[in-house]
């Protein structure tokens, strides 16, 4: 949904899609972004497959098979894509891209952040040459959706998260306390279904299986929409409000992956490592309604 609402946005020009393991592992994910891409029929978009592990080398043992299906897109099955993803690593165009547009790029993070960590150690600058980084990410004041204290991305890769959080980009933290507030019921799906195009149809086919998770999950009727509502925020901030802070990411023990946010309201008389760390921003508002209406708006026209 994210992909394709980018690419229905004329605010946005995509320069390239990376790929990171998430509800899938990481060769999945990109086949899947060069299907959706063959989908919209937006071949001339490079894809750039991310890594394999996490940024401590450890590997991806589970996937949420049960939230999108066994192939990411709702067991649509779909055919091998012709396309191929590029040569360079997700962090190596990462880093290129920066290089070539310093100061224009904005990346939208929707998976875990180990390539945007990996090529902070490619190239140390990476942070001042991008414009912005925007993820999904984090639980702000609000249980987590892996367990009570973690969200599935930070979840993914909570060193990568910590690093990327401390490294002084200018970053804006969606997190789930935000995305459950955009929430799309079984009538905006049948919208999509009933619409003519093509790529609106192919979502509304491809959510079973999230409505059925959300039903089963959550008991309710309607499905979050994290991605595309991160994806908003690129598009027009000004549907979200957010407060600066210092976030930093618990990396181990029972509360792994843990986000925890500091206001700076108060000055502490110890050293610790929340000290001379950079603000981010995280959203603490959104009008939900109204993303809701954009993405509909956009992907029916798709």
Known sequence: MAIFLA?????????GLTTIFGNVYTTLATRNALHL?????????PVAEGSHVTITRGTKLHIANFV????????????TP????IEQTAA????????LYPGQVTVVALGPLTNIA??????????????????????FSVNGNVNPA????VFGDPDAADMVLTSGADILAIGINITHQVVMTEVEREELANCGGRCAQLLSKMLGVYYAYHHESYGTEGVYLHDPTTLVAAIDPAFFTYVEGVVRVQTTGITRGLTVFDNSKKRYGEISPWCNQPKVKVAVTVDGQAVLKLVKERLICS
């Open 118 to 139: 990996l090529a902070m150690q490619l190239d140390p600058e990476f942070p001042r040459k991008v414009r912005q980084i925007i993820l999904l990410g984090g639980a």
């Open 82 to 85: 012709t396309g191929k993803a």
């Open 7 to 15: 690419l229905q946005s004329p605010e946005l020009q995509v320069i």
């Open 37 to 45: 891409l063959e989908v919209a029929q937006r071949q001339d978009i």
């Open 150 to 153: 973690a969200e599935a991305n």
């Open 68 to 79: 999108h299906g066994a192939d990411g897109l709702g067991n649509m099955n779909f055919p």
């Open 92 to 99: 190596a165009f990462l880093v290129s891209n920066a290089n």
